[in-house]
């Protein structure tokens, strides 16, 4: 690799991948806005860059690839990709990894804070305490929803949505889910495939982790939230579009289920209309992977990515190994995407 191999970080990530993409010799620019940039911005930056390592927070679209002349990798530091527009980057003969399976345990435990939160009503407990209302104990003060022993519904039987189950086994929770396939380790956990609409009329927690795509964007609609219970709980640490929010909020509002538990939104960093205002809620800023130990394995592996590329290996987590693949390497596809 020559050492003047120019690598673009987006926004400041923590270490140690921008320190090991240093050591390894190249030339990175980390851009000193602790935001995303905008698009005219992301347009300049990337302009002369052998490779970028960006957030999902990153519009990657036809007019930043057409900047990014000469740009042969984009490095995202997420385990989605659906801020990249893979087809067209496929197309130019452009790379794209991505960092999964680090965030599975981190965003499992989260999502398990917000069914408990929600559940148990655990912030509008704290709000009680620190505001001074709390006059004393009551048979019928801030009752809330059954965990132990409740029905979990898993929609989209992925890694998260596999280590959720693992944590409902010790709440002794009946597990239902609902997938374009069988899930082998779901099934082992005493988990029933069912069809979506079972699911979302059986459950008393449904707990969202599917990709987001054109298929799965609005999949949980005004139909699908008047078929859930008017007890249950909808929890989302997948992907903020999956969700039609504004026909969330009109079903908080009107009582037709019990509560929602969000770590991600429709428009990120902006909320629906209302949402806010909903006392059913708990509310997250997307911090599904927001340990120390997690963003820094995610800094790793990205960075790790883009090293192997500039070593004129496979990057280790291609999502579009078919570029790597025509363009005549012999490396084989090894899976670990």
């Not at 740009?71 to 197309?91: Q, T």
């Not at 298929?215 to 949980?220: D, K, P």
């Not at 969700?243 to 909020?249: F, M, P």
């Not at 037709?256 to 209309?273: C, F, Q, W």
Request: glycine share 10%.
């Amino acid at each position: 690799m020559a050492v003047t191999s120019r690598v673009l970080i987006t926004q400041p990530i923590p270490e140690p991948g921008p320190g090991l993409l240093r050591n390894f010799g190249a030339d990175v620019e980390v851009s000193p806005h602790d935001r995303p940039l905008t698009n005219v911005e992301l347009r300049d930056a990337v302009r002369g860059r052998d490779a970028v390592l960006c957030l999902l927070t990153d519009r990657i679209d036809a007019k930043v690839l057409d900047a990014a002349q000469g740009c042969r990798l984009f490095a995202n530091l997420a385990v989605g990709f659906n801020n990249i527009d893979l087809a067209e980057a496929s197309r130019r003969g452009i790379l794209v990894t991505n960092t999964p399976g680090i965030l599975t345990e981190a965003t499992a435990d989260l999502t398990w804070a917000l069914i408990l939160g929600i559940a148990r009503r655990v912030v509008e407990g704290d709000a009680e305490m620190c505001n001074g209302r709390y006059t004393g104990w009551g048979p019928s003060y801030m009752l809330g929803g059954d965990v132990t022993g409740a029905t979990l519904g898993l929609i989209g039987p992925g890694r998260i949505a596999v280590a959720v189950a693992r944590r409902a086994v010790g709440f002794r929770m009946r597990l239902i889910y609902h997938g374009r396939r069988p899930s082998p380790e779901l099934d082992a956990l005493g988990a029933t495939l069912q069809t979506l609409d079972e699911v979302l009329r059986e459950s008393d927690f449904v707990s969202v982790h599917v990709p987001l795509s054109a298929e799965t964007t609005h999949l949980i609609d005004e139909q699908a939230l008047a078929r859930m219970k008017p007890t249950a709980y909808l929890i989302n640490t997948s992907r903020g579009p999956v969700v039609d929010e504004s026909a969330l909020v009109d079903a908080l509002r009107s009582g037709r289920i019990a509560g929602a538990g969000l770590d991600v939104y429709e428009n990120e960093p902006r909320m629906a209309e209302g949402l806010a205002n909903c006392v059913n809620t708990l509310l997250l800023p997307h911090l599904g992977s927001a340990t120390i130990a997690t963003r820094a394995a995610m800094s790793r592996m990205a960075a790790e990515n883009v090293i192997a590329f500039l070593q004129g290996q496979r990057p280790p987590n291609l999502v579009n190994a078919e570029v790597w693949n025509s363009a005549g390497n012999d490396a084989p596809d090894t899976g670990a995407d």
